[in-house]
C-alpha cells in the first residue's frame, strides 16, 4: 500500500498504477466504495465532499483518475500510516 502511495503522489506513473492497489489505497486512506454501473466504483469518505468515481483500462487505473486521487490527497492532507 505504501508503494501505490508513493507511486501515486509521486506522479511519475499515472498511467502503471494497477486499479485494484488503487482501490486498496483509497479504503486504507477511509474511503468506502460502491460498485457503480458495470466496472465504474464509487469511493466516499465522510468528511469529503467530492466522490471518487474510476473504471478501469484493463488491469490499471486511468491517468486522470490517479491524478484526481493525488489531487484529493493533496487538498485534504491525507496520508497513510508510515
Same mark, same amino acid.
Given at each position: 500500500?505504501?508503494? +501505490?502511495?508513493?507511486?501515486?503522489?509521486? =506522479?511519475?506513473?499515472?498511467?502503471?498504477?494497477? %486499479? +485494484?492497489?488503487?482501490? @486498496?489505497?483509497?479504503?486504507?486512506?477511509? %474511503?468506502?466504495?460502491?460498485?457503480?454501473?458495470?466496472?465504474?466504483?464509487? %469511493? =466516499?469518505?465522510? =468528511?469529503?465532499?467530492?466522490?471518487?468515481?474510476?473504471?478501469?483500462?484493463?488491469?490499471?487505473? @486511468?491517468?486522470?483518475?490517479?491524478?484526481?486521487?493525488? +489531487?484529493?490527497?493533496?487538498?485534504?492532507?491525507? =496520508?497513510?500510516?508510515?
Amino acid at each position: 500500500m505504501n508503494q +501505490t502511495y508513493d507511486d501515486v503522489m509521486s =506522479g511519475a506513473r499515472d498511467n502503471n498504477i494497477r %486499479f +485494484t492497489d488503487l482501490c @486498496k489505497m483509497l479504503e486504507a486512506l477511509g %474511503f468506502s466504495h460502491s460498485q457503480g454501473r458495470g466496472s465504474h466504483q464509487k %469511493f =466516499g469518505k465522510p =468528511g469529503i465532499m467530492e466522490i471518487i468515481v474510476m473504471q478501469p483500462i484493463g488491469p490499471l487505473a @486511468k491517468g486522470y483518475q490517479v491524478k484526481q486521487v493525488r +489531487t484529493l490527497i493533496k487538498k485534504y492532507r491525507m =496520508g497513510v500510516d508510515r
